[in-house]
């Protein structure tokens, strides 16, 4: 690790990304997740963490891919928390309910290129190209959505909408209706993957979900002590993203303060976040870090063979923690 001034004249750059090094996926499959990142993330996280705190847990991601004696995950989004306690009830018998998947998946007539193709899907590729998954499965997918819709406590369904919906999205409207088109994806063996992963993951640690609350209200419920460790990975202040809608300057500086009094208290966090993107700086976070540690992370990366590809998003990690000791 150096320090380097690509960024600003403190922050340092991790050097030794491999992307080799292969990070779990989790079978939320969610936006903004921090699947690609882990493997960067994961080497700057403390050793030996006690309970593990994943405040903004979204997909999971950051959990599934640590080390730690217990996990607390919280997210304010009670339908990615129902969607957590629905695969944990189902990691006692994940094949079981793999099964009972492909068994709706026939039922509605989807696609299941896990277990190959059809002459009509084949035909649909030579018309359409790309989009042959969503000409497939759109009346579907409808009937679908129609369906968990009119009884929202099915969540095999809810988990099926995530599965078929666009870029794997879940998104609701003001009247509560789940409202995603279809997307361009099916179920394919990495779901399978993620979901067997997933249980694994669950049936060997312990893990307590929270009731999917506010971040700080969240964390003020905790019995934190030295040794555990809090990763947040809160919506970004400057991306756009269904999540961000209700993420404003408001929510950044109540997060910031919420972080210096656990400094004050001795305990370790790392929190993720954007700095600038798209010509945009996110200044309430440029001036509240400096006082922290500030490691660059690669998020875009760039080709061998074209060095002149501009990054148009700088990430970076946070930490009130140094060598395993607080600054
Ligand atoms: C960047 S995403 C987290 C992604 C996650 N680390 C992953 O790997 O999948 C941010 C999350 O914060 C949640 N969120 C938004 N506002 C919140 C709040 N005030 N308190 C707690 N969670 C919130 C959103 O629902 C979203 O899931």
């Not at 050097?15 to 090094?21: E, V």
Request: proline residues 2%.
């Amino acid at each position: 690790m150096m320090q380097t001034s690509l960024f600003s004249a403190e922050i340092y750059e991790v050097t030794d990304i491999s992307n080799k090094i292969k990070s779990i996926r989790s079978p939320l499959f969610y936006v903004g997740d921090k699947y690609k990142l882990m493997p960067q993330l994961k080497k700057l996280f403390p050793e030996n963490i006690n309970t593990y705190y994943d405040v903004f847990c979204g997909g999971g991601s950051a959990s599934i891919n640590v080390k730690a004696n217990k996990f607390i995950m919280n997210d304010m989004d009670d339908k990615i928390m129902g969607l957590h306690k629905h695969l944990q009830k189902s990691s006692e018998n994940i094949h079981g309910f793999i099964q009972k998947m492909y068994r709706l998946i026939e039922d509605y007539d989807l696609s299941l290129s896990e277990k190959g193709t059809n002459a009509k899907i084949e035909e649909l590729k030579k018309i359409y190209g790309k989009t042959y998954f969503s000409k497939y499965n759109k009346k579907s997918y409808l009937k679908l959505r129609n369906d968990y819709n009119k009884n929202q406590s099915n969540i095999d369904l809810l988990y099926l909408l995530l599965i078929y919906g666009f870029n794997h999205m879940i998104r609701f409207n003001s009247q509560g209706k789940f409202n995603l088109p279809v997307g361009n994806v099916d179920w394919n063996k990495n779901v399978t993957k993620a979901l067997e992963n997933y249980s694994f993951w669950y049936n060997n640690n312990d893990i307590i979900l929270s009731s999917g609350l506010d971040f700080e209200t969240f964390v003020e419920s905790q019995n934190i002590k030295p040794g555990d460790f809090l990763y947040f990975d809160p919506p970004y202040l400057i991306a756009f993203s269904d999540y961000n809608k209700f993420w404003k300057d408001e929510e950044e500086h109540r997060l910031y303060t919420l972080l210096d009094r656990l400094s004050d208290n001795g305990i370790y966090w790392g929190l993720s976040n954007m700095i600038s993107h798209k010509g945009k700086t996110n200044n309430i976070l440029l001036n509240w870090s400096q006082k922290y540690n500030k490691y660059r992370i690669e998020s875009n990366y760039i080709s061998r063979f074209d060095n002149t590809i501009k990054r148009s998003s700088k990430e970076i990690y946070v930490t009130n923690y140094l060598n395993g000791g607080l600054v």
